[in-house]
């Protein structure tokens, strides 16, 4: 029993404490805080700003809610920023619900909903766009949330959290909420040198404990030997001593074990039998741990216990196998099946792939699988009918609606970006609220939405980034799997890794138990940037705001540890050079003559390759349709005609018909020389190669063309040239002086030359570091250097000093001059000075995205003053459409000579941009794309949703969102200052002519 001082104290404690902002604010709340909550709003409350780095599901958000509260409570206002509209549309309902439509606003980019409210949520783009134009908006701004701001990292838009906060008024209390990081100490570090003082806090505890498996042919097997958690496996004294659950080593030897037999190398062996045989009865996950059947169907559902028990010896029923042919896959119904007998639904099962979501979906409704009753049947068609009761009955088809619908009704869902959006709002409010057991997402549904589940399935440990399949990172995993477990109704959460031909346990222990996530900026100086900071602060000044980086903070602090590196290295290096030494000569002398002669080899045979590719190139520019080509290639004699010529200026593959009747663009990379014209053919009028028929024909034609004439005399004169002969006379110098050479002698040479390439080797490693070391300091700035260079060069950026004679400085000469010019440039723009910007400079200014400079320079054209509405949207989408590379389309007929021509500028210019870029040695400007043109004006004209993407692959979600960036695109256009009135009103109608239909539906409550 406390004593009257300590019971004195405590109630003089809870008198103090019912005076502050936070216990109004928790009076409120159906729950108690977490200490990490009550730390940060504490906090917040004495007038820190704060990061708080937590895992999913923890709660972070209840700390930018009270943020909103203290603003309200001190009659200011408050943004919460967020990175996506889903998430911006979701938090805009919740306060709606809490503080009423009169105090709440929102700003998306193309929508504007009471934005002079006290609380306006918006994408975080939208305040630093409001932050550039000074906007009236930011009087009376006191809190900023800024949510998912681990979101910086992403190499598109993460530049935008940086420059927001590091513009953000000073007076502007800000709180940022993170995913787990491991270097949150480092970002919190920045967070305090920008914005002043900052609270670090960091939590790594789930209050839902999360507990991880592997589902081995429909049988659940925990992945530890131990009974651990996400949060103990994560700690260094658990880490250390973790084992790998015995039972799932077995099943891996015995999979790779029959994976030898099956191809003929080699045979499980006795032992590997006798294990395989032992580990059905190993240790299991038994449904009665989280209650049998019911799988998590809500409060007046069955709602299952979360009694943690283990059955020690019972093999799954749907596990079935023999020792001859083990069934570790299971189709996806079978994997819902054991997870709904496990009762672990509802679940989340992420699948890195769109037509893998929408395939698992057709797969379960095929199956006859349903986890709903009739009563949920009925309640979710209602709620699906009302959300699409407004769409075009005409688009229902194109849309997928039926076969969605059948899903849901069904008790699960896909949910990925591909999808309208309106569709992924039902799925997430169905899910919420219990009717939907089973979603199958991309990792998409991992940034922010709000969809807990009891258990988290990763189909596969490996996606496609874009460019190759990778295995996904331990960030990943934790942010993927930290779906699992909802707070208030579990008391546990399950990740479940799907057994894979070739898994390897110990690998998803590593990524189960590893907490390195860090967090690094993708921070970069755009066109855009750099003339708004210019315009707002000056040069000098705004070199120093962008040296205030999270980027240049992070390559300074990275400098110390390279220092150490170089010492390092020049210790082995000393090493390197006494086990070289010869007592003959000078063996460093005789390496490098070594090094110069094996160059000139290599300079020889790549001198003759270009020339033979250039000759190539030259000769595939000038083929015409009909021509019946001869090429040599890397397997043997290539033989077709030409089909299609590019029109491309800087592509010259025309498009072609092999003998063998397939259709290729040849590439001078497929040809070993110049191609040689060898006859005509006449092509078939109209032939498009579409039907196979029409490609059978022609290569007919083709053969028998061939058949009869020989090749010309001068084909294989045409391939016997050598671009080497240059290098000829210094490979000889150099064999002479290194025969002369007093080491070569040396009967230790070879010994001695392996020292002397480890010497090089680290000498350049260590050249290499020494530039990084150098190169890391002003990074940033110098990168706006370069930047303001080209903005310098097309005029839109003047100096009042060190002008050429056309008034301002500019790159006019080529080769060595134009790199020459560069750093003078970049010299000049580094030197002290009163920047001016041009008209086009102020008109770029109000110009975002990731093309920003090759919009303006095709504005600045005048070409897009003669497109109509029609033509100016399906234009638009060759600056904002980002295709997957293999959708790429190199050339395609467009749909008007307006268009053509301003697609021909649009090359020219990029054309320019690049090399100018490169010069510079800056990130070059992504192509434009041809991909949405035809939809987009297909869906201009007025055309149905069928109609416009008839004949491509595009998802009809994709070009519902690709639609809203368009819109979005024109409407910046619209807004940009000293442009006509007449293309102003031409970008206006082109918005009312794409924002309509799908693109404009909403449902469920979506503000669009």
Not at 646 to 669: E, H, N, W, Y
Not at 963 to 980: C, E, F, T
């Amino acid at each position: 029993m406390s004593s009257p001082a300590e019971r004195y104290a405590a109630a003089k404690k809870r008198a103090a404490e019912a005076k502050t902002e936070l216990y109004g604010f928790r009076q409120q709340l159906s729950f108690e805080l977490d200490d990490f909550q009550i730390q940060a709003c504490t906090e917040l409350e004495k007038g820190r700003g704060v990061l708080v780095a937590a895992p999913t599901g923890a709660g972070k958000t209840v700390v930018g809610e009270f943020a909103v509260y203290l603003a309200l409570k001190r009659d200011g206002k408050c943004f919460y920023t967020t990175p996506i509209k889903a998430l911006s549309n979701q938090k805009f309902q919740e306060f709606v619900e809490k503080y009423g439509a009169d105090r709440v606003g929102l700003l998306t980019g193309d929508t504007s909903i009471n934005s002079e409210a006290d609380i306006v949520v918006m994408t975080t783009e939208v305040l630093r766009n409001m932050l550039y134009a000074d906007s009236d908006t930011l009087r009376g701004l006191s809190f900023v949330v800024m949510d998912e701001v681990h979101y910086l990292a992403d190499k598109f838009r993460g530049a935008v959290w940086e420059e927001v906060i590091i513009h953000l008024p000073q007076t502007v209390q800000v709180a940022s909420l993170s995913a787990t990081v491991s270097n949150a100490e480092e970002f919190g570090g920045w967070l305090d040198a920008v914005r002043g003082d900052t609270a670090i806090i960091v939590s790594e505890h789930r209050p839902i404990p999360l507990y991880q498996h592997v589902m081995v042919g429909g049988r659940i097997v925990d992945l530890f030997a131990e009974d651990v958690s996400f949060d103990e496996a994560g700690t260094e004294q658990r880490r250390e001593s973790l084992t790998v659950n015995p039972e799932l080593l077995r099943i891996a030897r015995h999979d790779r074990a029959t994976t030898l037999t099956r191809s003929g190398r080699g045979g499980s062996s006795r032992r590997d039998r006798e294990e395989f045989r032992a580990s059905r009865g190993g240790k299991a996950y038994d449904r009665s741990r989280n209650g049998g059947r019911g799988g998590g169907r809500g409060d007046d559902r069955g709602r299952p216990g979360n009694d943690r028990r283990y059955d020690k010896g019972e093999r799954g029923n749907s596990w079935e196998a023999t020792e001859e042919s083990p069934r570790f896959n299971v189709s996806r119904p079978q994997m819902i099946r054991a997870l709904d007998k496990a009762g672990l639904l509802p679940a989340i099962v992420f699948i890195f792939s769109r037509k893998g979501c929408d395939g698992a979906v057709s797969q379960c409704v095929r199956s006859g699988l349903k986890l709903t009753t009739d009563r949920e049947s009925r309640e979710i068609a209602a709620i699906v009918d009302d959300a699409a009761k407004d769409l075009n009955p005409s688009d229902l088809d194109v849309l997928g609606f039926w076969s969605w619908r059948d899903g849901l009704i069904n008790g699960f869902a896909a949910h990925h970006a591909g999808m309208l959006p309106v569709f992924k709002e039902v799925v997430e409010k169905l899910f919420a609220e219990g009717y939907i057991r089973a979603v199958f997402a991309t990792e998409t549904l991992a940034l922010g939405v709000n969809m807990p589940a009891r258990s988290v399935v990763l189909e596969k440990l490996v996606k496609f980034n874009g460019e190759e399949h990778v295995q996904i990172t331990p960030g990943e995993y934790t942010q993927l799997t930290g779906r699992a477990g909802r707070r208030g109704i579990d008391v546990e959460g399950h990740g479940v890794v799907l057994w894979q031909p070739g898994t390897d346990p110990a690998a998803v222990a590593g990524l189960a138990s590893k907490r390195t996530y860090p967090l690094n900026s993708s921070f970069r100086p755009t066109y855009n940037m750099s003339l708004n900071l210019t315009a707002q602060f000056g040069r000098e000044r705004g070199r120093g705001i962008l040296e205030s980086s999270f980027a240049q903070f992070q390559a300074d602090r990275s400098v110390v540890g390279l220092a150490r590196k170089v010492r390092s290295r020049e210790e082995s290096l000393a090493g390197y050079a006494e086990s070289m030494q010869c007592h003959l000569g000078d063996f460093s002398e005789y390496a490098e003559l070594r090094r110069q002669l094996s160059n000139a080899e290599k300079n020889a045979s790549s001198s003759e390759r270009r020339i033979r590719r250039g000759a190539a190139a030259a000769s595939l520019e000038g083929v015409s349709r009909g021509d019946v080509l001869l090429a040599k290639g890397p397997r043997g004699v290539v033989r077709c005609v030409v089909i299609e010529t590019s029109q491309s200026l800087r592509d010259p593959r025309p498009t072609v018909l092999t003998d063998d009747g397939k259709i290729k663009r040849l590439s001078p990379m497929d040809i070993d020389g110049p191609v040689v014209i060898h006859e005509r053919l006449r092509m078939p009028k109209n032939f498009t190669g579409r039907s196979p028929r029409e490609r059978r024909d022609l290569a007919s034609s083709l053969r028998n063309l061939l058949q009869d004439k020989r090749p010309p005399k001068n084909f294989d004169r045409a391939f016997k040239f050598s671009g080497s002969e240059q290098y000829d006379a210094e490979i000889a110098r150099l064999q002479r002086a290194l025969r002369q050479h007093p080491c070569h002698g040396c009967s230790d040479r070879e010994d001695h030359a392996r020292w002397a390439e480890r010497w090089w080797t680290l000498r350049k490693e260590t050249d290499q570091i020494k530039a990084q070391i150098g190169g890391r300091t002003n990074t940033i700035a110098k990168t706006y250097d370069r930047v303001c260079a080209v903005l310098n060069h097309y005029g839109y950026l003047k100096l009042d000093h060190e002008l050429d004679n056309e008034g301002y400085l500019g790159l006019n000469n080529p080769g060595g001059a134009a790199e020459e010019s560069a750093a003078t440039a970049e010299a000049a723009l580094a030197a002290d000075g009163a920047a001016l910007i041009s008209q086009a400079g102020q008109r770029l200014r109000r110009i975002y995205g990731e093309r920003d400079m090759l919009t303006s320079l095709v504005l600045e054209s005048g070409v897009l003053e003669n497109l109509d509405p029609e033509e100016l949207a399906a234009f638009i989408t060759t600056l904002v459409f980002q295709a997957k590379r293999e959708e790429r389309l190199v050339d395609v007929k467009l749909p008007s000579p307006a268009i053509h021509d301003a697609w021909d500028i649009t090359v020219r210019e990029w054309s320019e941009l690049t090399d100018l870029e490169e010069v510079h040695h800056l990130p070059q400007t992504a192509a434009p794309e041809l991909g949405l043109v035809w939809p987009m004006f297909h869906w201009a004209r007025g055309k149905d949703l069928r109609d416009a993407l008839n004949g491509t692959d595009l998802a009809a979600g994709d070009f519902v969102r690709w639609a809203k960036q368009v819109i979005d695109s024109l409407d910046q256009l619209a807004k940009v200052p000293g442009l006509s009135p007449k293309f102003a009103k031409t970008c206006r109608k082109a918005v009312d002519l794409v924002r309509r239909g799908v693109v404009t539906h909403t449902g469920l409550g979506e503000v669009d």
